[in-house]
């Protein structure tokens, strides 16, 4: 099938190749010419493991290209929408203007039969708007949403093996023919015996946010836990580990600690609670208010964590904080827990030095006030305190005796809790952590 994937950043960039990979032919379309010229060199233009190697072998079969020019896009029978939705500024809800300005330039190259396919992330309503836009350009084109689950660090594996497949489509006969349409071009995965719903477009694009909610509710419900822990004494991994083993629970998405970042949970429980009062039914969100609240608190806790190490001030104090990125296995610093503890120390007089293993250069972008050092070690020499702030493989296994002989002083905040507490205790470190004694 001749594919066009509009938008090549982390969605759209993996999403072509991985079509690609699936047999067809994909043109990918990005406006910043620079991401595309890296994209038709065959290189990723972010870290993601396995995008690379992707990358070379859909290039090398000739069926993967990309461009600017939004006319190329002309022959292709299916059409992905996967450009980003970013909050607003200085508000809660969701900005489309990206997903408005790709259709606008994709309409007046639709044919009859063409499929459109929404991949971002929006608020629920957006797709009915778009349909309606698209029908009067081509009224033989049709919308299908198909909202995008996958996981940075996973997500070629989420996009070639995704655990469900959501259409959100048009009633009646459109609706049917572009579920056909969409069926052939994940023959591969529903042939693996991938599930599949298929729903009304309210129901795909809120099945989107209702599952980014539910995880960020569970990341704060555990972090919430660990704020009881701490006014206790209690363990909140152990918590963790006894609650988990309930399988209506599971322990998946309870790791206490700095909490969500990144560039979809925060924006979209925000977005979802600002489209839910534009409809009448803020009350019924009000609780991800909370969820937001506490997962911001953790954020300021691992602050004064670093404080009380340091003996009641941070002013002055050499600070090495290992991470930038919100999570491992990532290069994006977008809403990352780690540079928001790293600068609210800069700020607050201490001396900080933050280290990545692949997000420097997006985090000097972001925060050029902060110091850089490219290895742990580098950012840990001479170090009052180390903060873990993105649990990285690389600094889960450090030997808390051979990075003791480097720092000033062995003080160690875990703000993932991911390090063994005995083993760097024994080491001489003063360990604290989230929600442990
Ligand atoms: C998320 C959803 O998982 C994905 O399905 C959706 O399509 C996009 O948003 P992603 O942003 O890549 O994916 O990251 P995810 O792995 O969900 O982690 C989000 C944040 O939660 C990270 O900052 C991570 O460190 C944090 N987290 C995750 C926790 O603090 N505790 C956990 O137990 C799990």
């Known amino acids: 099938m001749r594919i066009s994937v509009i938008g090549c950043g982390y969605l759209g960039a993996v999403h072509a190749a991985c079509m690609a990979q699936l047999g067809h032919e994909v043109i990918g379309v990005d406006v910043d010419a620079a991401k595309v010229e890296l994209l038709a060199d065959g290189r990723a233009p972010f870290y993601e493991p396995g995008l690379p190697e992707l990358l070379d072998e859909a ?50 190259h639709l044919a009859a039969g063409d499929v459109v396919v929404g ?57 049917a023919r572009a579920t056909q349409v969409l069926d052939e071009v994940y023959a591969g995965p529903l042939s693996d015996g991938t599930p599949q719903v298929v729903t009304d477009y309210a129901t795909a694009q ?60 925060p924006k979209d429980i925000r977005a979802f609670m600002a489209r839910a009062g534009e409809l009448g039914a803020d009350q019924a969100l009000s609780f991800l208010r909370e969820v937001d609240a506490i997962n911001m608190r953790r954020r300021v806790r691992v602050v004064d964590l670093v404080r009380e190490v340091c003996d009641g001030s941070i002013v002055g104090r050499r600070v090495a904080v290992l991470g930038a990125s919100f999570k491992p296995d990532s290069d994006d610093v977008r809403d990352s827990p780690a540079l928001s503890v790293a600068a609210q120390m800069g ?91």
């Open 59 to 108: 290039m090398a079969t000739g069926r993967l290209r990309f461009t600017t020019d939004i006319a190329e896009v002309a022959g292709a029978r299916v059409h992905f929408v996967c450009v980003g939705t970013p909050q607003k500024r200085g508000e809660n809800a969701a900005d489309l203007r990206y997903v408005d300005a790709s259709v606008t330039a994709l309409l007046p």
């Open 119 to 175: 991949k971002s992330t929006v608020p629920v309503g957006t797709a009915e708007r778009l349909a309606e836009r698209v029908v009067a350009a081509q009224p033989e084109a049709t919308v299908l949403w198909n909202p995008e689950f996958l996981r940075e660090g996973f997500a070629v594996q989420d996009t070639l093996h995704p655990d469900r497949i959501v259409y959100g489509v048009a009633p009646g006969p459109a609706g």
């Open 206 to 265: 809120l099945v989107k946010v209702a599952a980014n909610s539910f995880l960020a509710t569970k990341i704060s419900f555990i972090n919430a836990m660990a704020e009881l822990c701490e006014a206790t004494g209690a363990d909140v991994t152990q918590l963790a580990d006894a609650i988990g083993h309930d399988v209506r629970i599971g322990r998946r998405f309870l790791n206490a600690g700095l909490g969500f970042g990144g560039g979809c949970l």
């Open 347 to 437: 700020l607050q007089g201490a001396r900080v030095v933050v280290t990545d293993p692949q997000a420097l250069a997006n985090a000097e972008r972001a925060w050029p006030s902060l110091t850089f050092a490219a290895t742990a070690q580098e950012a840990a020499a001479g170090a009052d305190v180390v903060v873990l702030a993105t649990e990285w493989a690389e600094y889960r296994a450090l030997d808390p005796v051979a990075f003791g002989e480097i720092v000033a002083g062995r003080r160690i905040v875990d703000g993932r809790n991911v390090l063994d507490p005995v083993a760097w205790r024994a080491a001489g470190w003063h360990y604290r952590a989230l929600g442990r004694p």
